[in-house]
């Protein structure tokens, strides 16, 4: 029974997921097309899509990160099916109050939302209020997914194991399965993430509601905003890359993945970089303190280490001369690591100081995340979704049409994303809706960006169609 | 050209991920006897990527903005102030009730030292050289200072963009200064 409702709403998420991004990339290509100059929309209409696109996106990808985590999390405890129902509704309710704020109202802080930004009402006066409490609905939801499946997990399993400590002696009693470790790592940030949200939210309310008596230090509320939004999104990757060590040498029918000392090492070490890496989005801010300037650089540099020596390598052991069953799902998964790995080049190089200065807020900051994301994380999610819906329908994906598949979404991602690359090389602006002249390479870039996303396009709508397809006849078995 | 540099490293370290992920892939096609000595080859290949971050932090860490010129006395302080949807340059500090502003000369070769503040949201403060090449940039924040020194090499005109998203005219914030 209780399986049977997992299944379902998992099985739901997948579909709202899949139908958010269709339309979240429609949005983008309208946005390439207007910085092409094939469109013309006015600002306004371009930065509110470009708020909501950006809200979407991170939204819905690390929604199904936690979706995936909480499907598989079943294999090990017991998760609760009301948490999992309430981040649903929640997040349904949120992101509408978000598309109306934007779309209706015309919001557009970019969704970053940058203090004072939300608060400079530019739109509807009703936007700003409900922004924010969208913000917060979204929050709620999530805070309580978080917290319960870390509850569940520590149910089973004792902090030490659920972090894997006892792997640092030989031979240990009880194991933790590697699965069970990166959820609780990536929940350990999520929560803490969520919780910083929180406290955003209370400010931003604060001075909303104050008339002009509390006013928040712009400084403070960068730090914040940034420890959410970045961590947040480095988080959805793991939650990705939970699914990857679970599931990778299943569907090639190898020996699962263990636990090992380095493994262990590897995902602690990781949660102490990853809470204080978000530091890389302050170095052009010169008033923050020299040292978490500093602490910025090197924890974005040793993010990438532990990523780099055990779960990449782990891949390639997993890989290198053995007969892998190769299928739809883990070719997904390998393309997204290699996706990921190109994604972290351009994000290191970025997250040096003495780059960042003639790369901040050039497109090169939307080329490196956008590789995290359309060959990375989006492709590990795609699998386990594509996994997921062949467990309990008939037919898979033929190998011809796998090729295909991945081939389109290969050459569109990597057009796309190289139009954005030499366009941060060309030092042109990001988040701007249209270019100065003097950047005679921005508009066709932006042509170029849109021709490629579209190619992107064809096999996100297939995949769409065929993964939808099997959700819902796991939401409706025919009689 | 730094931007060239980043772009050639970028698209080196990109080929190389290239090559090894189809070699791996294309190796799990024929034989059946994996990686031999895998813990081995994955402890050399952290040392490697280790020794090589570390070279890059050391490297780049002392040419961090912060550092810059720290040690000497700018020629000229430039007062900027960022509001929406314009910028207001100044050899003297900027009224928030009645900003102005005036044309900046400033002299080649020698250090300057920008102080830059927004009146109302963050604004970027980012200076274009004459081929449209973003050559430095700080932000512009509502409540603080940042302080940008840098020496202009070369004489000419140097357009200033907003480099930080700031609402609806965020792409015609502009401004420009000549170096002679």
Partial sequence: ?479 | MQQSSILLLFFFLMGIALIVFTYIYLSSKKADQGMSNPLKKRFWFFLILTIIMGIFASVTIPKSPYFAFADKTPAKVIHVAAIQFAFFLSEKAIDREKPSGQQIELPVNEVIEFRVTSFDVNHGFAIYDESNRLITQTQAMPGYVNRLRYKFEEPGKYNVLCLEYCGVAHQLMRTSFVVK
């Fill in chain 1, 1 to 479: 029974m209780e399986s049977k409702k997992l299944k379902k709403i998992t099985a739901v998420w997948i579909i709202v997921v899949l139908t958010l991004f269709v339309i979240s990339i429609v949005l983008g290509i309208l946005m390439r097309l207007n910085q092409g100059g094939v469109l013309h929309h006015a600002p306004i209409t371009f930065y509110s899509n470009m708020t909501i696109h950006g809200i979407t996106m991170i939204g819905i990808w690390f929604v199904a990160g936690m979706a995936g985590i909480n499907y598989l999390m079943e294999r090990y405890v017991k998760t609760s099916y009301s948490a999992n129902l309430i981040a649903l509704i929640l997040t349904v309710i949120g992101v509408l109050m978000l598309w109306a704020v934007t779309l209706i109202g015309k919001f557009h802080t970019a969704w970053t939302f940058l203090y004072p930004l939300p608060l400079r009402v530019m739109w509807a006066q009703w936007a700003t209020p409900v922004f924010l409490v969208a913000m917060s609905i979204l929050t709620t939801g999530w805070l309580i997914w978080g917290i319960s499946m870390m509850t569940q997990v520590l149910k089973k399993y004792s902090i030490p194991q659920a972090f894997a400590w006892q792997h640092f002696k030989k031979d240990p009693a009880v194991k933790t399965p590697p699965f069970i470790l990166i959820s609780m790592i990536t929940l350990v940030g999520v929560v803490t993430c969520l919780l910083v949200a929180v406290v955003l939210m209370a400010l931003y309310f604060a001075e909303y509601f104050s008339k002009g008596s509390f006013v928040n230090d712009a400084l403070l509320m960068k730090n914040l905003t940034y420890f959410f939004g970045h961590t947040i999104a480095n988080e959805m990757l793991y939650l990705g890359l939970a699914v990857i060590y679970e599931l990778f040498s299943e569907v090639g029918e190898k020996p699962k993945w263990k636990t090992t000392w380095y493994v262990a090492l590897a995902w602690n070490f990781t949660l102490i970089f990853i809470l204080t890496a978000f530091l890389h989005h302050l170095y052009m801010d010169f008033v923050q303190p020299e040292g978490f300037q500093i602490v910025g650089q090197i924890a974005s540099y040793m993010a990438s280490l532990p990523a780099a020596a055990v779960t990449v390598f782990s891949v390639w052991v997993a890989v290198y001369r053995i007969k892998i069953k190769w299928t739809l799902t883990n070719l997904l998964f390998f393309i997204g690591v290699a996706g990921w790995v190109i994604g972290g080049f351009g994000a290191v190089i970025d997250a040096t100081i003495s780059n960042n200065i003639v790369l901040h807020n050039t497109q090169w900051v939307p080329a490196h995340f956008h590789t995290y994301n359309i060959l990375g994380n989006v492709l590990f999610s795609l699998g386990f979704f594509y996994w997921f819906s062949i467990q309990f329908t008939d037919k898979v994906v033929s190998e011809k049409f796998s090729k295909l598949i991945l081939s389109l979404l290969i050459i569109g991602g990597a057009g796309f994303l190289l139009a954005f690359y030499i366009g941060g090389a060309d030092s042109i602006p990001r988040r701007f809706s249209n270019y100065p002249a003097e950047f005679t390479t921005a508009k066709p870039l932006a042509n170029i960006g849109a021709a490629f996303a579209t190619i992107y396009l064809i096999p996100i709508l297939i995949l769409f169609y065929n993964i939808s397809k099997r959700c819902l006849k796991i939401l409706f078995p025919s009689s």
